[in-house]
């Protein structure tokens, strides 16, 4: 089974303050990692992923992760907080559906709200 | 291009009632899912199809809980009765890829339905 723990429900930045979100994950097999963010009354968009190759992949609007293997971490980063970045963001693990691995299932973690203050 | 399409935006019932949700997918996109979202929570897959077929809707409750995407296309989820712990947002995805490996998951934005 796969899952995702998102170290704190609410973040609160100052603007220009580093922003850091964190995600630790548990897979069975090598996983793939996601970070979406939630504006009010919108859908998911995706931030950016990881699936091979480079552990720090970097995203829309600043924002990168690194993937560590030994930690079960993917936690967000971006260097400067800015007001538009208010939003929930949702960590997320892939993992096979089945044996053959050819099929993925997206599990998602409860969220991190996160807040900008001027 | 248009993007995951959703109707409706809200809805509010009376338990017992019925009701339906309906998605357009991006156009020429295979796979499409519909997850529920629970205040505070992280959006949970209810089934998910490849094309017309349902290939995974295991979390589906099927006692009350109904799916269909009978060209490939659209698609409608119905709840039928609903009860007051359906109230949620109900989000439709779409990707081009089978899975979730290597395809971005496009999301609507979402069905919020109360039941009162």
């Known amino acids: 089974a796969q899952s995702v723990t998102q170290l704190g429900s609410h973040v609160s930045v100052s603007e220009g303050a580093l922003v850091l979100l964190r995600c630790n994950y548990s897979s069975s097999v090598p996983p793939y990692l996601f970070w979406y963010v939630q504006y009010p009354n919108q859908g998911l968009q995706l931030l950016l992923k990881y699936t091979t190759g480079a552990t720090l992949v970097k995203g829309i609007n600043g924002f990168e992760a690194e993937f560590k293997k030994s930690e079960t971490s993917f936690h967000l980063t971006k260097p400067s907080a800015h007001m538009s970045d208010a939003a929930e963001y949702f960590c997320?693990?892939?993992?096979?559906?089945?044996?053959?691995?050819?099929?993925?299932?997206?599990?998602f973690g409860k969220g991190t709200l996160l807040t900008v203050n001027p | 291009e248009a993007g995951v399409v959703q109707s409706p935006r809200y809805k509010i019932i009376e338990k017992k009632q019925p009701v339906a949700f309906w998605c357009n997918p991006i156009s020429g996109h295979n796979t499409l899912y519909w997850y529920r979202q629970n205040l505070g929570q992280g959006p949970e897959l209810l089934i998910r199809?490849?094309?017309?077929?349902?290939?995974?809707d295991s979390q589906l409750p099927k006692d009350r809980f109904s799916a269909e995407r009978l060209k490939g296309v659209d698609s409608t989820l119905k709840i039928q009765p609903a009860e007051l712990g359906d109230s949620a947002v109900y989000l439709c995805?779409?990707?081009?890829?089978?899975?979730?490996?290597?395809?971005?998951?496009?999301f609507g934005e979402g069905s919020r339905l109360t039941v009162l």
């Open positions: 199809y490849e094309n017309e077929e349902a290939v995974d």
């Open positions: 997320a693990v892939s993992s096979p559906f089945n044996s053959g691995g050819s099929n993925y299932k997206l599990t």
């Open positions: 995805a779409s990707s081009l890829v089978a899975g979730t490996n290597t395809g971005e998951l496009f």
